[in-house]
């Protein structure tokens, strides 16, 4: 250990040769190597009113590039930790939050954050699919435009890509002007989600984004997801078990506000060390 840890310190020397090459190598190394954790929650604490303290000192990695999961029973506080990470709790008159959120190593609770920013890089889908009463091309060309894409070219191709990613193009690419609303429940889930990847997100939310579509819907989301993998930190919340462990990478069991456990999709599932958890996972709980 203690060579390799000279060794580095050697290649870091600007005045060497070995500095150059190891410049070289370094580009070959993926921002998944160099900086795996992506979200770093410390002590968070979230009350609505004094009264109700849904989230209780969560401490939390998030790797990059991965999905996680995150589960546990209704009202334990799984959308209200999402809606940390890109400040939707703003939104919500009483809400107090404690603790520091890091994404990318920067304070997102710090007052000079661009929230308008923040929520483009950290873009968020809910259960309820919530297209706005435009057109479908109107829905996904919504935050670029308001980014000041005004080219038709370049927004056509950037539509199209979104739709496509989405698996949501072939059903509407004859029929872009109609209204949104007009979709089926799939499709607006899968249009919503084309609308939140158009902007080119770094993380996406996703709040359980397939609870209220059948099972052909579901697993066009599940694949979504599954494409989507390499290039995005996703967080799921999904109260469906065999969901998660298709989808994910890593999984987080929170309960009454707490993080009990978070380990490896397999580790949590096959041999979590809380019996909490394994209470949960197994349908004993309560
Ligand atoms: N806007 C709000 N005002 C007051 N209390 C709230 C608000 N939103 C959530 N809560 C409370 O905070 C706690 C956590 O709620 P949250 O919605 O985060 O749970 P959840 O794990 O997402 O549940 P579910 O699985 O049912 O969606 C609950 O006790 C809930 O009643
Ligand atoms: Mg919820």
Not at 4 to 22: F, I, K, L
Not at 198 to 209: G, K, R, Y
Not at 242 to 247: E, G, I, M, S, T
Request: glycine share 6%.
């Amino acid at each position: 250990m203690e060579e390799a840890a000279d060794n580095r310190e050697q290649t870091q020397d600007p005045q060497t040769d070995e500095s150059v090459e190891a410049g070289h190598a370094a580009e070959n190394v993926t921002e998944e190597e160099l900086n795996p954790i992506c979200i770093e929650i410390r002590k968070l604490n979230l009350f609505y009113t004094k009264h109700v303290h849904a989230l209780r000192d969560i401490h939390l990695d998030i790797p990059r590039n991965k999905v996680t999961a995150f589960i546990g029973p209704s009202g334990c506080g799984k959308s209200s930790l999402l809606r940390c990470l890109n400040r939707m709790n703003d939104l919500i008159d009483d809400c107090k939050i404690k603790g520091k959120i890091r994404i990318d190593g920067e304070d997102i609770y710090h007052k000079q954050v661009d929230v308008a920013n923040l929520r483009r890089r950290v873009g968020m889908v809910f259960q309820k699919p919530n297209p706005f009463p435009k057109s479908i091309y109107d829905n996904v060309a919504y935050g670029l435009r308001i980014q000041g894409i005004g080219s038709r070219r370049i927004l056509d191709e950037i539509v199209e890509n979104a739709l496509r990613l989405a698996a949501l193009w072939d059903e509407v690419k004859d029929r872009m002007d109609a209204n949104a609303l007009e979709l089926s429940g799939g499709q607006q889930q899968r249009l919503v989600i084309a609308r939140t990847i158009a902007v080119q997100p770094e993380i996406l939310l996703l709040d359980e984004p397939a609870s209220s579509l059948d099972p052909i819907s579901t697993l066009k989301i599940e694949e979504l997801i599954n494409d989507l993998r390499e290039k995005y930190t996703i967080l799921i919340v999904t109260h469906n078990m065999q969901q998660a462990a298709r989808v994910s990478d890593y999984a987080a069991f929170m309960d009454m506000g707490n993080m009990i456990e978070f380990d490896s999709t397999d580790t949590l599932f096959t041999n979590p060390s809380e019996k909490q958890t394994e209470d949960y996972i197994t349908g004993r709980y309560g």
